[in-house]
């Protein structure tokens, strides 16, 4: 089945640790995203990629790290530098923008980070 | 900053109500406008979208987008239990951007 997967579901994270989460579709989309959720709010964008070797800083990319080797695969990396990691962090992707008739996110089942 | 303004709740309605969620937006170029669910714990997923003025009819959901006004809601018909969550309104602005809403959550009362 086409869709998003993301790992881990969940993961702890010590103080000054950087983690990488994962993030595969095989929806064949160009589009890739990483937004943050934190409780009561809505969706941040971290960073996004419309293109394999090319992606942009979205509202709150500081602490935060990304790659687009293949166009499948989108991970991110929050590095020690991101002061206040603990959130839900959600991947999506999309086709490319083409107006009004631009499609939807779809979404992974996220991952929840803890920093202990 | 654009902006996409929801009204965070709760809404609570008994069970078999009409529940309105309503969502304002801030950039007049938006073209492309969504609703997702959003369980406690769970990624969102899509119910509606709606690029035209007027209403858009799905099984129990109604869009309805205002473009003047920079105004669009959902409508639920006969709302269940299992409706119970987090709906987040979002819309495309600029060539990339999909802009969220912090979400109402809704309660639906047996």
């Known amino acids: 089945d086409g869709g998003i997967t993301q790992s881990p579901k969940y993961l702890f994270r010590k103080e000054g640790q950087n983690v990488t989460l994962s993030c595969e579709q095989n929806?064949?989309?160009?589009?890739m995203y990483w937004y943050r959720q934190d409780p009561g709010q809505g969706l941040r964008l971290i960073y996004y990629?419309?293109?394999?070797?090319?992606?942009q800083k979205g509202d709150i990319a500081e602490g935060y790290s990304v790659s687009r080797e293949k166009k499948e695969s989108f991970p991110l990396t929050v590095t020690s530098a991101q002061k206040n990691p603990t959130a839900f962090y959600l991947c999506?992707?999309?086709?490319?923008?083409?107006?009004?008739?631009?499609?939807?996110?779809?979404f992974g089942e996220g991952s929840r980070l803890t920093v202990l | 900053q654009k902006e996409v303004e929801q009204n965070s709740g709760p809404l609570s309605v008994p069970e078999g109500a009409i529940a309105s969620l309503n969502c304002t937006y801030s950039?007049?170029?938006?073209?492309?406008f969504f609703w997702y669910r959003q369980y406690s714990g769970k990624s969102p997923e899509l119910i509606m979208f709606?690029?035209?003025?007027g209403d858009k009819e799905d099984g129990r959901f109604t869009a309805q987008l205002n473009k003047a006004s920079q105004y669009v809601s959902l409508l639920i018909r006969d709302s269940q239990p299992s409706d119970s969550a987090t709906y987040l309104c979002?819309?495309?602005?600029?060539?990339?951007?999909?802009?969220f809403g912090t979400g109402t959550r809704l309660k639906v009362l047996a």
């Open positions: 999506a992707s999309s086709i490319l923008y083409s107006g009004r008739d631009t499609g939807e996110l779809f």
């Open positions: 929806l064949n989309h160009d589009a």
């Open positions: 990629s419309q293109i394999v070797n090319d992606f």
């Open positions: 950039d007049r170029g938006s073209q492309s």
């Open positions: 709606i690029y035209s003025n």
């Open positions: 979002a819309v495309i602005s600029g060539t990339y951007k999909y802009i």
